[in-house]
């Protein structure tokens, strides 16, 4: 067993107990906090794996932006954990014993001799961030530009959920402006018309404003 | 020596944690969404994976737009269950049958 096969096994190691203790947590922020470890370790596995430019983005992205959103978004709430962990003890032992037949079939379909004897390829003469960035920049071009679309989508989605209009701010309704109708705003009055010699003084009409 | 097969099977076993997880914490609406995020690892990592054996560069590129939409569905996610928590102070999914009949 050579170094890399430790570094492999270690960083696997705490991965899995990492998410375990993810689903297992009773408090989200410590459900949090081990999903932050669990993708570091995936990434270090990443770079075991020659992917560095997404194990830099893994940790850039996710755990910096993703996994600080969620930290924020669990702090904020305040959370009644006791009720929410209806039913933990009474799905687990079937839980278990469906997430031990997954692990085990898959377990034995990933280990045949396809996989198990598979060469590594040689590595490509530049790094994996050039590489990367040639492809993005020519042959997924267009995927490129639909994720940025796709973000662009989540970014005004998630504003327009929890945009709850700005206070005693000075602007008005669009739709109720469009929709208003000419009888909303205007009262037409009947008056008589004025007589020459008026015998009393006539009860003035309210002008419609 | 390290195989295919060790990384395809610690994705496997990283899947089976998240399903799991979503089998029991069932009524936390957070932890399902932290779920969904670890199921998009244990993909992510079955995608680096045969992309470093097989010598091809297009399964890292597919991580990257996978990244990109799991992003973009964490902040959508969160923003519902902020919005949700804001109307009916609880996320818990029992409270969440206003569209029963």
Known sequence: MNFTDFVFFVLAAILIIAALRVITARNPVHAVLNLILALFSAGGIWILLEAEFLAMVLVMVYIGAVMVLFLFV?????????RLRQGFWRYLPLGVVMGFIIVLELGLVLSNRYFLEMPVAPAPDISNTRLLGALLASEYVYPFELAAVVLLVALVGAVVLTFRGRKNGHHGDPAAQIRVRAADRLRIVQMPVEKDEPAEPQKEEQGAC | MLT??????????????????????????????????????????????????KGNADGQLFVFFILAVA??????????????????????VDDLDHLKG
Do not use: P, W
């Not at chain 1, 669990?74 to 006791?82: A, E, N």
């Not at chain 2, 076993?13 to 069932?26: D, K, P, T």
């Open chain 1, 74 to 82: 669990v702090m904020m709430l305040d959370i009644d954990q006791d």
């Open chain 2, 4 to 53: 295919l097969s060790h990384f395809l099977i610690l994705g496997a076993i990283l899947f089976a944690i998240s399903v799991v997880g979503i089998f029991l914490n069932r009524k936390n609406l957070i932890v399902l969404l932290m779920t969904i995020e670890l199921m998009l690892l244990s993909v992510n990592m079955n995608f680096v994976a045969i992309s470093h054996y």
């Open chain 2, 71 to 92: 992003a973009s569905e964490a902040a959508v996610g969160l923003a519902i269950l902020v919005t949700l928590f804001r109307n009916l102070k609880s996320i818990h």
